[in-house]
């Protein structure tokens, strides 16, 4: 069974920084794209970051670039988010998220509110406050 569970959310004052983490299970990491994605009160769920192992590369949503880094390490079979630079604007619900379809190539057009549907498998999420 696919599982991911997500930690290290928490309060940050603005300009501050996190660090999420994903750690998956019933899977290796690298078998399926993995995202994050967060969701704040009253709005859609929205892509933050993807990544593709097979060429390695890594997309990010235009509101955190610059700031956010998405990385893996396949040793721990965990993903991490490192957020810096943090603004009140990034509080919300952190998720991670799989797409087990692997006919389906990672790219930044999965970060894309209408291409939620793809990703199949979802964290619990965790909490992210970013105070002014």
């Known amino acids: 069974e696919v599982q991911l569970a997500e930690s290290g959310g928490g309060l940050v004052q603005a300009g501050g920084s996190l660090r999420l983490s994903c750690a998956a299970s019933?899977?290796?990491?690298?078998?399926?794209?993995i995202g994050w994605f967060r969701q704040a009160p009253g709005k859609e769920r929205e892509g933050v970051s993807c990544?593709?192992?097979?060429?390695?590369?890594?997309y990010y949503a235009d509101s955190v670039k610059g700031r956010f880094t998405m990385s893996g390490d396949n040793a721990k079979n965990t993903v991490y988010l490192q957020m810096n630079s943090l603004e009140p604007e990034d509080t919300a619900v952190y998720y991670c998220?799989?797409?087990?379809?692997?006919?389906?190539?990672?790219?930044?057009?999965?970060?894309?509110?209408?291409?939620?549907?793809?990703?199949?498998?979802w964290g619990q999420g965790a909490q992210v406050t970013v105070s002014s």
């Open positions: 998220a799989a797409m087990t379809n692997t006919e389906l190539a990672v790219t930044a057009k999965l970060l894309d509110r209408r291409a939620v549907v793809f990703w199949d498998a």
């Open positions: 019933g899977f290796i990491l690298d078998d399926y794209g």
């Open positions: 990544i593709s192992w097979g060429d390695g590369r890594t």
